[in-house]
């Protein structure tokens, strides 16, 4: 039977036997990883007959990682009844090409609808490579570490120890005062990192710095999984010129030296969509970048052809064209219209770089690629502009389905939401032959209404939300 755990270092420390044991090739199966990004509420550690899979929310829905340890393809079937006892979704994310290749093959798994999004694709590097930058394709990274020679002396690179811990703090708070003007992913990974200073060694990772007379110029935290070293993190002060490329050859070096032999690969994960990492690392002449599937399994999007038209006596309900990205970018962007939706684009941690009217577009495109969602523009009539969204969402594996509306403001108050949600039930439940229920927030009474007016009767509430079932006729 499926075991279960809330995130705790326990339950981290735990799972490192199966970690250790993979041979999936992405990042995000990794101690380092998992510490710096996956300590939230919603993450759970899942455990079976000697494998381990993690369970987190990815885009507001639950996901697994894909199992790693003694049976992975065993846990499949304990996953999959323990989505349906739970009312989740069957999806994997991390999934890279070569597990993808598996699920495409395994008869339980289909059908499948899957994507990946380009800002989370992991870097990889020769190993060989990142030790000596030989050749003209890196001329540049010899360049810039001649030049910290130059100005610094023979690097002296060194595994850390308990005692420069007060050292690594102070040079972190530096770079911090560097990069105050950073977003919300950037101060939770430099929190992370504090942290993950004063606990890698119990996680079976490796931190090393760059000294400058006895001042700590750059630090780098990494993990051996397979024939791969995983960087989580390499942090340098500006003020040290060259110190990054010297310190990422460094501590590949130090690896090898420690370990007895060359590895295969470097992976220095991913650049979350900001131009400037991506220019930077391209330029380490990558030789793969792995991109990471998110998996939906039996998604019941899977058997439309394409996103059908519903009619209303005053609206139609079409697919969201590209002709709709201004007016998308609006809806997603109202703060106040969207306080009772849930939404708020400000606190999104997946939004990286600076908002433009592809931002939601490509998003929304994403969630239907993956089968995660079908998403309609709200109309007066089928060549007119967008005036709301419906949704339809939040699959489960036991055939349920979420249905949300939003219309701008000012359409509200005019009866549109109230069709606009009926003709989404009949569609949910006719066409792709699913229970919807509804929830809203206790504020939020005209929503209620409107749901109420469907055909829905209250189910239940919590502290947050009145949640909603269609009656049966």
């Not at 310190?247 to 030296?257: A, D, N, P, Q, W």
């Not at 009619?311 to 969201?320: M, V």
């Not at 523009?377 to 969402?393: K, N, P, S, T, Y």
Request: glycine fraction near 8%; charge should be negative.
């Amino acid at each position: 039977m499926l075991q279960t755990e809330p995130y705790s270092m326990a339950a981290l420390q735990k799972a490192l036997p199966c970690i250790q044991r993979s041979t999936l090739h992405c990042s995000d199966i990794s101690a380092g990883s998992v510490f710096m990004w996956r300590n939230g509420e919603d993450v759970r550690f899942c455990f079976w007959n000697d494998t381990f899979s993690l369970q987190q929310n990815m885009g507001s829905q639950p996901a697994f990682t894909w199992p790693v340890g003694a049976d992975p393809h065993g846990m499949i079937d304990e996953l999959t009844q323990y989505a349906r006892e739970h009312h989740f979704p069957l999806r994997f994310f991390a999934v890279d090409e070569q597990t993808l290749d598996f699920i495409s093959h395994d008869d339980r798994l289909q059908p499948y609808m899957c994507g990946y999004d380009r800002r989370w694709s992991d870097y990889v590097y020769s190993f060989s490579d990142a030790m000596t930058f030989q050749g003209k394709k890196f001329s540049g990274q010899r360049n810039h570490i001649n030049k910290f020679k130059r100005l610094y002396g023979e690097p002296e690179i060194r595994f850390l120890t308990a005692d420069d811990l007060p050292q690594v703090y102070a040079m972190l708070t530096e770079y911090e005062l560097e990069h105050s003007g950073g977003g919300k992913m950037e101060k939770t990974e430099l929190e992370q990192t504090k942290k993950l200073f004063a606990c890698y060694a119990d996680l079976g990772l490796y931190a090393a710095c760059l000294s400058v007379g006895g001042e700590i110029a750059a630090v780098s935290i990494g993990e051996v999984i397979d024939e791969t070293l995983i960087i989580h993190v390499e942090k340098a002060l500006k003020r040290f010129q060259g110190a990054y490329p010297t310190v990422y050859s460094g501590f590949v070096r130090l690896i090898s030296e420690h370990l007895g032999k060359k590895l295969w690969f470097v992976n220095r994960e991913d650049d979350s969509g900001d131009t400037g990492l991506r220019t930077s690392k391209m330029q380490y002449q990558p030789v793969d970048l792995i991109h990471k599937y998110l998996v939906h399994i039996h998604s019941p999007a899977a058997q439309l052809k394409e996103i059908p038209v519903l009619h209303t006596d005053r609206l139609a309900l079409t697919p969201i064209f590209e002709r709709d990205k201004q007016a998308y970018l609006t809806l997603n962007t109202d703060i106040e219209n969207n306080q009772y939706w849930g939404y708020d684009y400000r606190e999104d941690e997946t939004l990286a770089g600076h908002i433009t009217e592809d931002t939601f577009y490509d998003g929304v495109q994403y969630d239907m690629q993956i089968g995660d969602s079908v998403n309609f523009a709200v109309r007066l009539q089928e060549d007119a502009d967008m005036i709301g969204e419906g949704i339809v969402w939040n699959f489960s594996a036991d055939a349920r389905c979420e249905l949300g509306c939003r219309l701008m403001p000012a359409y509200h108050g005019k009866g549109y939401g109230k069709e606009a949600f009926g003709a989404l039930a009949q569609f949910a439940k006719n066409s792709l032959h699913l229970q919807p229920w509804a929830r809203c927030f206790k504020q939020n009474e005209g929503s209620r209404r409107m749901i109420l007016a469907n055909g829905f009767h209250e189910s239940r509430e919590d502290e947050t939300y009145f949640y909603f079932e269609l009656s049966e006729e």
